[in-house]
Every structure is written in structure tokens, then in C-alpha cells.
């Protein structure tokens, strides 16, 4: 076969693959049902023109009439496409006389094609075959041009009002298909005109530029998938051959063969072609997905900072009326502003309770606003627990005599010292005896402090045991988490807000140390466990 025409079938079955792409992109839209259709015209007429050149002298001008009528199908589908693109709602919904006028050009040159006066004779001269054009033709070119003119000033005319991904579309399409037509006008239009009928073969190339422009631009913009195009490229080109095989059949029986075959391997590339676009399209969603939910976190994240600093403004505000409030009462029952009523005294001592648990709540939620800005500072010293965790005890034993219950300290480590800020080892102990001794309502609540080794280091340790509500095995990893509570600990004191061991165990790890929980389970109390390094 002469190259020239190998060359016009690959180029009719890139254009096929192509055009099944667009298509089965979204069968639905008008803009691709017009642009595929066109394109599908182009190869069908790609096509013709080979067929029309190597075909034998009697089939030749059944030929020429299948190309011209497909010349025929790319003005109007083209048309049909510049109308709606960009923006499949460019034009209000055809209506079906609409639909009939656009194709009346088409069905009259349907017609015209078998009459003489648009192939007026047909002669198979040196140079190959020739078709001598008779008056009707002049109907045709101004059909093919004006379509062609109209759908080219139809979409420049969008243009400017298009947005920025449209502009671009548009560009590469105007760009690439202005190429095809002028080349296709040039060739198969006017050099037959005049009665050159030996270089309609050139026409068709210039497809190919338009295929390659607006492959570019699916390439680089990835309007289409590449993995599709490339497989309906191949697949396209099987097809065709398939298609040959089938209309070159010279028996019955090799007839329905081919014709199986042909069948078989077009429904398994509708089933090929349409998982892919499923898996494309699902692939898309995915990265929409994925875009929406970093937008959901970076908002999640602005939110969580602005809860923080709303946090630690208040606290702050909180602080100072609490420190007034504390110390009037405190004046009150010290009868520095004069003696007061047994009842009033009672009253007194039980806002002088609620403003320190405030003072408590306050404290937390400071420690947390600074924990979660990474501002927690530590004034890091040499200091003895021993004495500090007598403090605190001794502190609290009011409030445990209060309830009935025992507290008990016993020093097993005098001399033992850390390396800690002593304000916040004081508020985490704080914490611990004050938690044994509210979730504790009978029995007894025992601090211990001795020397514990463990893997070759020396450690102090202070432990804290009571003989209260106890923990579920099932909870007891979750106790350090922010606002962690038990539904036991929430049902004997609702005010509490679970923070307080939250901020022990991010102190304590600050200090390089460890802090531990252990429960026999719910009603069998449980001990915490602070172990800090020992220093010389
Ligand atoms: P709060 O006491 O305000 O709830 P904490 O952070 O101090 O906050 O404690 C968190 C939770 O840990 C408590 O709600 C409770 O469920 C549990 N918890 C703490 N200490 C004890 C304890 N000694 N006995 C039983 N449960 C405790």
C-alpha cells in the first residue's frame, strides 16, 4: 500500500480514539456529543479518502460520495459543538425544529451527492482517479464554509466572557481545529473546484495538528484522562482492523465469523472504556474529597487555636476577682473585719470551698491554654519533695477529716532530692491527694514517697493510694487525655472537668519523669504513681 495512504489510516484512527474518548467522557453533554460526532466525521473522511484511493475503478465514486457526505457530518457536528461550547448552557435547549434546520444542509447534500450535478462524471486517469464537479458542488462548499465560519465566530465571539480554564480550552480547540479546516478546505474543497483532483490526500493531515494541539492541551491540562485516550486509541485501531476483516469477508461462513468478532471485541470495549471513566471519575471525587477535608482541618486548626486563646483570656480574667474573693473570706473567718454569726461563719466556709475548687478549675485551664500554645514555662531548681508532699497533705487533711476518711503520709526518702520546679510539683501532688480524696468516701487515703531503681537509675517515688470508686480496667489508658472522666467520678462530682491529670502527666514528663495508674477495678480504689529522677 502507497504510505501516503497507511499514513491517512493511522491518522483516521488516532482521530477515532480520540473522538470515542471525548465522548464517552460524558455522553450526555452536548459538548461532547458534538465535538466526538465531528471528530468522528473527520475519520470517517480520513478514512474515505484512503478507501476512495485504493479502491478499484468501479468502487471509487461510492467512495468519493461516503467522504464528501462525512465532510458533510464535520461542518454540522461542529457547529452543534461551537454552539454550546464552553458552557453547555450557552444556548437555551435545542428544540427539535432547531435540530432539523441544522441538519437540512446535510440531508440536502445527502441527496445531491448521488445526482450528476454534483459529480458530474468520474474518470480514472495516470494520476490516479478524478471526479469532475458539476454546479451543485458550489452549494456544498458554501454550506461546508459557512457551518464551519459560523461555529469558528460563534465560540471567538465567547471568548472574552469565558473564564480562565475556558479561555484556554477554547484557544487550543479554535487553534487546532482552524489548522484541520483551512487544511481540509484548501485540499478537498477548492483545488477540486479547479480541477485538481491529485492532492486530496493532503487534506487530512492537518488533522493530525489538530489532534496533536488539543492532545497537548489534555496532556499538559489533563482535561481528559491520558491512560483513556491512549486506550481508545488502540483500541480504535483494533476495531478498524476488525472492521476491514469484516467487510472484506468472502464467504458466509468467514462472514459471521468476522462479524462475531467484530461484535465481541466492540462490547468489550464499551465494557474496557466505561470502567475506566468510572475509575477516572472516581478518582476525581477522591481528590475533591481530599481538597475538602484539608480545608475542614486547617479550619479545625484555626478553631482549636482560637478556643485556646479564648481559654486563656478568660482564665486570666477569672484569676484576679477569685484571689479578692478568697481573701475577703478568708478575712471574714479570721475575724479580721469583725465577728460574724455561727450560721454565717457555715456560709462563709462553704464559699470559701467553691472558690477554691474555681481557683482549681482556673488553674487547669491556664496550665491547659499553655500547654497548647507551647508555652509552659518550668523555673527548674534542686529542691527535697519530703517536705513539700507533707504540705500538701497536711493541707488536705481538713477536708479529709471532713468526709470521715483517714490520710496518712509517710516519708520513706527524707533526704532524696529532684531537679524540678517546685511550684508545679507542688500542683501536681495538689492534684493527686486532692482526686483521692474526692472520688474516696470511706476507708482511707495513703501518700508514700521512697526510693525506687529501676533499670540501673535512681528514682523517687511518690505514690498515692486511696480505697475509692477504683477504675475500669478498660479506662485506665485513657485517664491523661484531655477531659477524660470515668461516668463514676461524673456522677460523685459533677464540676470536676478532667483536666487536672492531663496537665500532671505533661508536667511530669517535662521533668523527665513518669506517672502511672493501677485499679483492682470499679469500688476497689486505685493508686497513682509520680516517679522523678534523683539528682546527687
Ligand atoms: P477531674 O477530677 O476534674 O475529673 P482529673 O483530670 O483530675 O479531672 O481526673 C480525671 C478523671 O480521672 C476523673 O474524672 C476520674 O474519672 C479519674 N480519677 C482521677 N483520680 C481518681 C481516683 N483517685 N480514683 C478514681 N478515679 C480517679
Known amino acids: 500500500m502507497?504510505?501516503?495512504?497507511?499514513?491517512?489510516?493511522?491518522?483516521?484512527?488516532?482521530?477515532?480514539?480520540?473522538?470515542?474518548?471525548?465522548?464517552?467522557?460524558?455522553?450526555?453533554?452536548?459538548i461532547n456529543i458534538g465535538y466526538g460526532l465531528?471528530?468522528?466525521?473527520?475519520?470517517?473522511?480520513?478514512?474515505?479518502?484512503?478507501?476512495?484511493?485504493?479502491?478499484?475503478?468501479?468502487?471509487?465514486?461510492a467512495w468519493a460520495r461516503f467522504y464528501y457526505l462525512a465532510a458533510?457530518?464535520?461542518?454540522?457536528?461542529?457547529?452543534?459543538?461551537?454552539?454550546?461550547?464552553?458552557?453547555?448552557?450557552?444556548?437555551?435547549?435545542?428544540?427539535?425544529?432547531?435540530?432539523?434546520l441544522l441538519h437540512l444542509p446535510l440531508a440536502i447534500t445527502a441527496y445531491l451527492v448521488f445526482?450528476?450535478?454534483?459529480?458530474?462524471?468520474?474518470?480514472?486517469v495516470e494520476a490516479g482517479k478524478?471526479?469532475?464537479?458539476?454546479?451543485?458542488?458550489?452549494?456544498?462548499?458554501?454550506?461546508?464554509?459557512?457551518?464551519?465560519?459560523a461555529a469558528f465566530?460563534?465560540?471567538?465571539?465567547?471568548?472574552?466572557?469565558?473564564?480562565?480554564?475556558?479561555?484556554?480550552?477554547?484557544?487550543?480547540?479554535?487553534?487546532?481545529?482552524l489548522v484541520a479546516a483551512i487544511g481540509g478546505s484548501i485540499f478537498n474543497l477548492f483545488l477540486p473546484l479547479f480541477g485538481n483532483y491529485d492532492l486530496i490526500w493532503v487534506g487530512p493531515y492537518p488533522t493530525l495538528v489538530m489532534v496533536i494541539t488539543i492532545g497537548y492541551a489534555i496532556f499538559k491540562h489533563r482535561?481528559?484522562?491520558?491512560?483513556?485516550?491512549?486506550?481508545?486509541?488502540?483500541?480504535s485501531a483494533l476495531l478498524a482492523i476488525f472492521l476491514l476483516q469484516f467487510l472484506r469477508a468472502s464467504s458466509l461462513p468467514e462472514f459471521f465469523l468476522q462479524g462475531a468478532i467484530l461484535a465481541a471485541s466492540t462490547f468489550l470495549f464499551i465494557l474496557l472504556i466505561r470502567a475506566m471513566n468510572r475509575e477516572v471519575r472516581s478518582r476525581e471525587e477522591i481528590s475533591v474529597l481530599a481538597d475538602h477535608l484539608a480545608a475542614a482541618n486547617a479550619e479545625l486548626k484555626r478553631l482549636d487555636e482560637a478556643k485556646s486563646e479564648f481559654i486563656s483570656i478568660a482564665s486570666h480574667q477569672l484569676r484576679a476577682p477569685l484571689t479578692v474573693i478568697k481573701g475577703y473570706v478568708s478575712m471574714f473567718l479570721e475575724g479580721t473585719l469583725g465577728q460574724i454569726s455561727t450560721l454565717a461563719q457555715e456560709s462563709m466556709k462553704k464559699v470559701a470551698i467553691s472558690a477554691e475548687q474555681l481557683i482549681h478549675l482556673v488553674a487547669d485551664l491556664l496550665d491547659l491554654s499553655r500547654i497548647e500554645a507551647g508555652r509552659m514555662k518550668y523555673d527548674f531548681g534542686r529542691m527535697v519533695p519530703g517536705a513539700l508532699v507533707g504540705e500538701v497533705v497536711a493541707e488536705l487533711d481538713a477536708t479529709a477529716k471532713a468526709k470521715g476518711i483517714g490520710l496518712r503520709f509517710e516519708n520513706r526518702a527524707p533526704g532524696a532530692a529532684v531537679k524540678a520546679d517546685a511550684g508545679k510539683i507542688r500542683e501536681v501532688v495538689m492534684n493527686l491527694v486532692d482526686n483521692a480524696v474526692k472520688y474516696t468516701s470511706a476507708g482511707e487515703v495513703g501518700v508514700t514517697l521512697d526510693i525506687h531503681d529501676s533499670g540501673g537509675s535512681r528514682r523517687i517515688r511518690i505514690e498515692?493510694?486511696?480505697t475509692g470508686i477504683g477504675i475500669r480496667r478498660e479506662d485506665l489508658n485513657r485517664m491523661f487525655t484531655k477531659f477524660a472522666r470515668t461516668e463514676e467520678a461524673r456522677r460523685l462530682r459533677p464540676d470536676g472537668l478532667g483536666l487536672g491529670l492531663y496537665v500532671v502527666k505533661k508536667i511530669i514528663e517535662d521533668h523527665g519523669g513518669t506517672v502511672s495508674v493501677s485499679s483492682p477495678g470499679l469500688g476497689r480504689g486505685s493508686t497513682f504513681a509520680v516517679e522523678l529522677p534523683i539528682v546527687p
Request: glycine fraction near 6%; charged fraction near 15%; avoid cysteine.
Open 72 to 100: 458533510g457530518f464535520i461542518a454540522t457536528y461542529f457547529l452543534y459543538f461551537g454552539l454550546h461550547f464552553p458552557d453547555r448552557a450557552a444556548i437555551p435547549r435545542v428544540a427539535p425544529w432547531q435540530h432539523a
Open 130 to 149: 478524478r471526479i469532475v464537479l458539476g454546479p451543485a458542488y458550489w452549494f456544498y462548499v458554501l454550506f461546508w464554509i459557512s457551518y464551519m465560519a
Open 115 to 124: 445526482s450528476p450535478s454534483f459529480i458530474a462524471s468520474y474518470e480514472v
Open 38 to 61: 465531528a471528530v468522528i466525521a473527520t475519520a470517517a473522511w480520513t478514512a474515505g479518502i484512503a478507501m476512495f484511493r485504493i479502491a478499484g475503478p468501479a468502487e471509487g465514486i
Open 464 to 466: 498515692v493510694r486511696d
Open 2 to 30: 502507497d504510505p501516503r495512504d497507511i499514513l491517512l489510516f493511522i491518522a483516521a484512527v488516532t482521530n477515532l480514539g480520540f473522538a470515542s474518548a471525548i465522548l464517552f467522557k460524558n455522553p450526555k453533554n452536548p
Open 153 to 177: 465566530l460563534v465560540m471567538r465571539s465567547r471568548f472574552r466572557a469565558a473564564s480562565a480554564q475556558a479561555r484556554l480550552q477554547l484557544k487550543f480547540v479554535l487553534a487546532g481545529t
Open 223 to 235: 482535561i481528559l484522562d491520558i491512560r483513556i485516550i491512549s486506550t481508545e486509541i488502540f483500541s
